[in-house]
């Protein structure tokens, strides 16, 4: 990949920037400074390799090199979009990383016919394995949240998955996946589809048919879990429950009924998910 290359795949897309680079520390950081030098809406940054790419809870994301998809868009969330849209951040932010896991869905669905599913919050498996992971970050002014960055990274070749020790949940890349070799051109091509999906359902984010579409691929529904708490050191701690998954809230928060019939809420930063078996 290089400037000219990714220009051309990504030709026609309403971008603000376009930022190419073969190394860098995290595409996050990257489009969070650029977002601070008020760079136009829908930027993007993509890199070849991370350095320092960073997952949720700051662990890391590996993005060995030219072997994945790793970029950031900046969102600029006007006061009129969230006006229009009702929205509050707390209902917003989830939102945001819903758009970046169900383009993600979408895109390996449209193109290789793959059943992905977004294991909330925000991840994408294929066959119930870790193809990629979103991250979305914001900076603020105030209560006012001044700009959104939705970085995603997406294992391409078999040698992005990193090895198993450093994986917290089981993990695959597309090349696995269809067991064939991706072409450049191919990766080139998925990131330009997942940009767009992420551009179609900006606009309809706040609606009923967004909560739906995002419903409709979350891994493990009606599933019996574990639930385990976000602070919890190990998934085989003694304070993780067993649940059902039922679906979304409004405002996307999971709706799990426990093995007494009692139906609670999480938030994403409280709990995290692992199936009952690893089968
Ligand atoms: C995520 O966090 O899954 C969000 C990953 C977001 C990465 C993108 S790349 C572009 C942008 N720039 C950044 O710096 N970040 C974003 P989380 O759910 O916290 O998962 C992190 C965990 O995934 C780690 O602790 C590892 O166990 C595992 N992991 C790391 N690299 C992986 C990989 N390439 N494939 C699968 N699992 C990985």
Known sequence: MDQETLTRALAGLPLGLLQYYPRIGSTN???????HMQCPDFSLVVADEQTAGRGRLNRRWYTFPGTALAFSLVLLPNATWMQTHELTAETFLPRLTALGTLAV??????RYHLAARIKWPNDVLVDRRKLAGVLVEST???????AVVLGIGLNIASNSVPSSEEQLFPATSLADCLTASIAEAERLALLRVIIERIREWRG???GVEFIQA?????AFLDEWIWIVPAQARTDHSSYAVKGRILGLEVDG????EDETGVIRKYIAAEIHLRPLSTD
């Open 29 to 35: 950081d990257e489009a969070l400074s650029l977002a």
């Open 105 to 110: 869905c979408q895109a390996l669905e449209e």
């Open 140 to 146: 603020w002014e105030g209560e006012q949240i001044k």
């Open 204 to 206: 309809r984010i706040s």
């Open 214 to 218: 995002w419903q409709t691929k979350l």
């Open 253 to 256: 928060r999971l709706r799990v």
